[in-house]
């Protein structure tokens, strides 16, 4: 079982639609969570990071974590072209405090 | 220069050849990273340095040397590389890595192809 899961994609939305990016982890112990968007040929760029429980809301962006789950998703609301890139799910470890990355969802919004 | 910045931005090196990477970060913080990041494959954490101390290596090639001589640079040494060793090598860096509460911030990467 891969440490931190992601669905690879590509995820296709219409221009205005909400963006649903979802993330499983392993680790229990599990503390931090973080989104990461990396456009093609760029470096990852932080979005937003969540600590506890539920939701937190930055701009059209949404972060929800559910650790009994052990689940975190990204809500992108009223999605635009220019969110077409790939989103990284990271998750510091319990035990190791190091920062393990999934692999990734390619999102498109077609305009 | 802000953030956190990297040179070369490409670099294309034979399998004799010695190379080294540079970071430098100007956010004034304590931890930084070295990352590999390949083709269909999650970024792979290589070198960690908290406080210029070397906390992480994360079982990487002795082909592959890091040095951090203050908390605001950070090298890689490279030399004799394999053609598999080319990727997007990105450093990155964070207030202190030893914190639960720690976000790292990426620098732009170099592009290293080996022939």
């Known amino acids: 079982q891969k440490e931190v899961e992601q669905n690879s994609g590509p995820l296709s939305v219409p221009e205005g639609a909400i963006a649903s990016l979802n993330c499983t982890y392993s680790?229990?112990?599990?503390?931090?969570f973080f989104w990461y968007r990396q456009y093609s040929g760029k470096s990852p760029e932080l979005i937003m990071f969540?600590?506890?429980?539920g939701d937190k809301e930055d701009g059209r962006f949404t972060a929800q974590l559910n650790k009994a789950s052990q689940y975190v998703s990204l809500l992108i609301r009223d999605s635009q072209p220019s969110d077409s890139a790939t989103y990284l799910c990271?998750?510091?470890?319990?035990?190791?405090?190091?920062?393990?990355f999934g692999q990734g969802t390619t999102l498109q919004v077609k305009p | 220069e802000t953030g956190v910045t990297q040179t070369p931005r490409h670099l294309v090196m034979g399998m004799t050849n010695k190379k080294s990477l540079k970071c430098e970060q100007h956010?004034?913080?304590?931890?930084m990273y070295w990352y590999k990041q390949s083709a269909k494959k999650p970024l792979e954490l290589m070198f960690v340095?908290?406080?210029?101390?070397?906390?992480e290596n994360n079982s990487v090639p002795s082909r592959f040397s890091p040095e951090c001589p203050n908390s605001s640079h950070l090298f890689l040494h490279l030399h004799t590389l394999q053609p598999e060793d080319s990727a997007l090598y990105l450093c990155?860096?964070?207030?202190?890595?030893?914190?639960?509460?720690?976000?790292?911030?990426f620098g732009p990467g170099t592009r290293l192809t080996v022939l």
């Open positions: 990155a860096s964070s207030q202190d890595g030893g914190q639960t509460l720690d976000t790292q911030y």
């Open positions: 680790d229990r112990g599990s503390q931090s």
């Open positions: 969540i600590y506890s429980n």
């Open positions: 990271a998750v510091k470890g319990g035990n190791t405090g190091k920062l393990i």
């Open positions: 956010l004034g913080h304590n931890a």
């Open positions: 340095y908290n406080f210029k101390e070397q906390t």
